[in-house]
């Protein structure tokens, strides 16, 4: 049976931490936000290992940085990686930029089970209504097919109604509303993976100071994470080939089997053994094909995180994307309820944005995974972007890129290709300003950081950053052509003149 129908703001699907983050900042802001989730906290969730703009930008936006800090988790200081051509691992450091060499420069691996359920907690405290339990299995729509509402079946079977000025889609990967937005999901050809992923009790530690990375570990059939939870508990996964996705199944043998042919997780693992029971008890397999919708918004509905778009999870760089889109999606909601900006202006720049910072992610991955010299292992040569016709890349690139950017390296694969393999005077520079590398993998990896294109990510990276450790009112550049600057408080857009240094 159904009730009345409740008239909010917004309505937030989804209480993973894209959701989060977009609800709690409209709530900040002073609108009536219902955030509705099917299951009820604390859930398990993969994607444990965070970036530091999320922890020190977008946490202490949202003003919950402090509890995360207080909650103890694992210190992150960058990732350890066994890839390419040497077979010695080397380190990838987040000191990015000599601002936040201390402070700032790190992030936590976290269990998602906590981390979520602090920020669900915190999006009510900050006067969200957060409703658990239930599952949004509908849209209201106008007659000109603008959604105007949801409908949904709360804890006691009560099928309910909320109309809404816009409905969020947070509902990630395996979202049914997406669609709304008049767009459909397109993946990537190359990126298309299965992961298997586990839980181990007393695996080894990297020596200190990194003892809390990520390591990545590449192998013939794929590659393998290795993430510290804590001090003994500790998340293990393999990435291999969608090919052999209806061979798997999710038992101990399957991940056991991968774990033996990557000799360094192996040893890791020596003295470990499998978490069999509770929530870390079960072995998963999740599909990882990395995917963008062709439209990030429209018809009254706005998509954050993986309802949004995916990205291969090697640089750790799905929580980001989704607490970052959900800062983007809060601010042009925000803009436009106040009645300062249309629609198109608003959400152009919430879209620019987020294609922006996915296509370089985009880039990045694929000039990585063609570092890995296993060319006679069919995973390795798939993801071998650069021995692909152009045309499939080109074509993907562009409309992960959009129009927006304004920088033609984002739609020009042939340019990012001459920009990844950048002189060795590119590489040092970038290695001195970015700090961010060991100076074995300085010597490596360089080319790729040195590019353009990913300078100007950790930038943006970085000026979120800024933003987030010196508190409000950090006046930032306008960072697409023609494009709009946060607010004051950094809740909303404003156009760059209007806003003085
Ligand atoms: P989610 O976290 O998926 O949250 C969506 C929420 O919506 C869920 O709680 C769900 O219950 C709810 N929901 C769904 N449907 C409905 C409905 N109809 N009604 C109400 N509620 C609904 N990211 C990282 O940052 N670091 C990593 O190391 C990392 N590793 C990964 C490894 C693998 C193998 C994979 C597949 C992903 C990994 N990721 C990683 C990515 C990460 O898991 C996601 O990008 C992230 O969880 C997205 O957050 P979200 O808020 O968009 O969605």
Request: include cysteine; charge should be negative.
């Amino acid at each position: 049976t159904s009730t009345t129908i409740e008239d909010v703001d917004v309505v937030v699907v989804g209480g993973g931490p894209g959701g989060s983050t977009v609800a709690t900042l409209l709530a900040k802001s002073g609108h009536r936000v219902v955030q509705l989730e099917k299951e009820t906290f604390p859930r398990y969730q993969i994607g444990e290992s965070l970036l530091p703009s999320t922890i020190h930008g977008v946490c202490r936006l949202l003003g919950v940085d402090q509890k995360i800090k207080d909650a103890g988790f694992m210190h992150k200081r960058g990732g350890s990686f066994r890839w390419g051509k040497n077979p010695v691992p080397w380190n990838f450091l987040f000191a990015i930029s000599p601002e936040f060499a201390g402070e700032g420069s790190y992030a936590y691996q976290v269990e998602r089970m906590k981390f979520d359920n602090i920020l669900l907690e915190h999006s009510a405290e900050s006067g969200v209504d957060v409703r658990q339990n239930c599952r949004v299995n509908g849209t209201e729509q106008d007659e000109n097919g603008r959604v105007v509402g949801v409908r949904y079946v709360d804890g006691d079977r009560v099928d309910r109604h909320l109309r809404a000025k816009y409905v969020v889609d947070a509902s990630g990967n395996t979202t049914r509303l997406s669609k709304y937005a008049g767009g459909e999901r397109i993946y990537s050809d190359f990126f298309q993976n299965v992961a298997i992923f586990g839980y181990f009790e007393n695996g080894k530690r990297l020596p200190a100071p990194d003892s809390g990375n990520i390591l990545c570990a590449a192998f013939d059939e794929g590659w393998m994470w290795y993430i510290p939870l804590s001090d003994t508990l500790t998340s293990v996964g393999a990435v291999i080939s969608k090919e052999k996705a209806d061979k798997l199944n999710a038992q101990e043998e399957t991940l056991r089997h991968y774990i033996d042919r990557c000799g360094l997780v192996k040893d890791m693992l020596a003295d470990a053994t499998r978490v069999t029971e509770g929530t870390y008890g079960e072995i998963r397999l999740r599909k990882d094909y990395s995917y963008a919708n062709t439209r990030f918004w429209g018809n009254g509905t706005v998509l954050v995180g993986d309802a949004a778009c995916f990205i291969d999870p090697v640089f750790s760089t799905g929580v980001h994307l989704a607490t970052y889109s959900g800062v983007l999606a809060a601010r042009s909601i925000n803009s436009v309820l106040s009645g300062s900006m249309t629609e198109e202006r608003a959400f152009g720049e919430f879209e620019g944005r987020y294609r922006r910072e996915y296509a370089v992610f985009y880039e990045f991955l694929s000039a990585f995974y063609d570092m890995e010299q296993s060319e006679d292992s069919y995973f390795w040569k798939a993801r071998k972007v650069t021995n692909f016709d152009r045309t499939d890349l080109a074509s993907f690139v562009s409309l992960v890129a959009g129009g927006y950017s304004g920088e033609d390296v984002l739609t020009d694969p042939d340019q990012i290709i001459e920009k990844f393999s950048a002189s060795t005077r590119a590489l040092t520079e970038a290695t001195e300003k970015t700090g961010g590398m060991d100076t074995d993998s300085g010597q490596r990896m360089g080319h790729m950081f040195s590019a353009p294109v990913v300078r100007d990510v950790m930038e943006e990276m970085n000026a979120f950053q800024a933003r987030g450790a010196s508190g409000d009112g950090t006046i930032e550049p306008p960072l697409l052509d023609g494009g709009l600057v946060p607010s004051a408080d950094g809740l909303a857009w404003a156009e760059p003149a209007t806003v003085s240094v």
